[in-house]
T-cell receptor, first 109, second 115 residues
Framework: GQNIDQPTEMTATEGAIVQINCTYQ??????LFWYQQHAGEAPTFLSY??LDGLEEKGRFSSFLSRSKGYSYLLLKELQMKDSASYLC??????????WGAGTKLIIKP | DGGITQSPKYLFRKEGQNVTLSCEQN?????MYWYRQDPGQGLRLIYY???????QKGDIAEGYSVSREKKESFPLTVTSAQKNPTAFYLC??????????????FGPGTRLTVL
């Protein structure tokens, strides 16, 4: 079966750095997305990785290792508005998007 | 402004009634999707459509139906056959289906509560 694992919940302090991990076992791989979702709202696109390595975009970075079936999202200089769920999603060999359950990130002052 | 609209944001229905959720996009996207989201779970695909007048079942299509008569519109009907319809429903679209890196854009969602 296809599976994406993320921690259910994480807590971090305002101004700090947090890393949210995602491991996947899917039938094929054609890319990995990270989305942010505030409570009761729609997910919004953060990043896309298809090659190994780090993609940096402002305070957010995303890393991919295809051989390990592993990605992480790195959030720097955390702000209170970063409190949200972060969803990892993988495109499989049929170009279907497989979603993880999401990681709820709680930011404390 | 381009985007995806879903209405209404909150919907209440009595058990046994069919209900239709609307989804409209003006992004000129070919592909549209319906997801269901339950607390503590990832998004689960109900139906998707890659082109007008064509749609495919997702992982949890039972008890749901869709139509795609226009490129801009992809309404979802939750039928009385759906055993547990109370959930948050999200509609999404992407430029091209099966195009790899094309991100999906989401509407604001409809929270359906069946009483």
């Amino acid at each position: 079966g296809q599976n994406i694992d993320q921690p259910t919940e994480m807590t971090a302090t305002e101004g700090a750095i947090v890393q949210i991990n995602c491991t996947y076992q899917t039938s094929g791989f054609n890319g990995l997305f990270w989305y942010q979702q505030h409570a009761g709202e729609a997910p919004t696109f953060l990043s896309y990785n298809v090659l190994d390595g780090l993609e940096e975009k402002g305070r957010f970075s995303s890393f991919l290792s295809r051989s390990k079936g592993y990605s992480y999202l790195l959030l720097k200089e955390l702000q209170m508005k970063d409190s949200a769920s972060y969803l990892c999603a993988v495109i499989d060999s049929n170009y279907q998007l497989i979603w993880g359950a999401g990681t709820k990130l709680i930011i404390k002052p | 402004d381009g985007g995806i609209t879903q209405s209404p944001k909150y919907l209440f229905r009595k058990e046994g009634q069919n209900v239709t959720l609307s989804c409209e996009q003006n992004l000129n996207h070919d592909a549209m999707y319906w997801y269901r989201q339950d607390p503590g779970q990832g998004l689960r695909l109900i139906y998707y459509s890659q082109i007008v007048n064509d749609f495919q079942k997702g992982d949890i299509a039972e008890g749901y139906s869709v139509s795609r008569e226009k490129k801009e519109s992809f309404p979802l009907t939750v039928t009385s056959a759906q055993k547990n319809p109370t959930a948050f429903y999200l509609c999404a679209s992407s430029r091209l289906a099966g195009a790899g890196s094309d991100e999906q854009f989401f509407g604001p969602g409809t929270r359906l509560t069946v009483l």
